[in-house]
């Protein structure tokens, strides 16, 4: 979903992996882990996720980006449950996201 959902934004390049995040970010001659926060909720454990990071592999930085304040609420339980109850996720998350959990709930009401 997240391909699909990025595959007209330049320059932006989606990979899984597993294993230390900091291997993959080795692998891929990167030095930079950018780490999203909705709240300052949030820090303390990105921030603990960062001092790691920076104990494994000293050359790896790690920067923070703070959503807007009109996602700041959001997460992933919350527009599932709002999907689940047939509710309208249409602002909430890109069309094909919206789509693949329409159809999610839509089979488990069958």
């Not at 989606?14 to 995040?21: E, I, P, Q, Y």
């Not at 300052?40 to 996720?49: K, V, Y």
Request: a positive charge.
């Amino acid at each position: 979903m997240i391909k699909e959902a990025t595959k007209n934004i330049e320059k932006v390049e989606v990979k899984s992996f597993s294993g230390l995040l900091t291997d993959f970010v080795r692998k891929n001659k990167a030095n930079i882990i950018i780490r999203g926060m909705r709240a300052i909720s949030d820090f303390e454990h990105e921030s603990q996720l960062a001092l790691m990071n920076k104990r494994l592999a000293p050359e790896i930085e790690t920067i923070f980006m703070v959503t807007c304040s009109k996602y700041s609420y959001l997460n992933s339980s919350i527009v599932k449950e709002i999907a689940s109850l047939n509710g309208n996720i249409s602002q909430l998350v890109p069309k094909i996201v919206e789509k693949k959990l329409n159809t999610l709930f839509i089979n488990k009401k069958d």
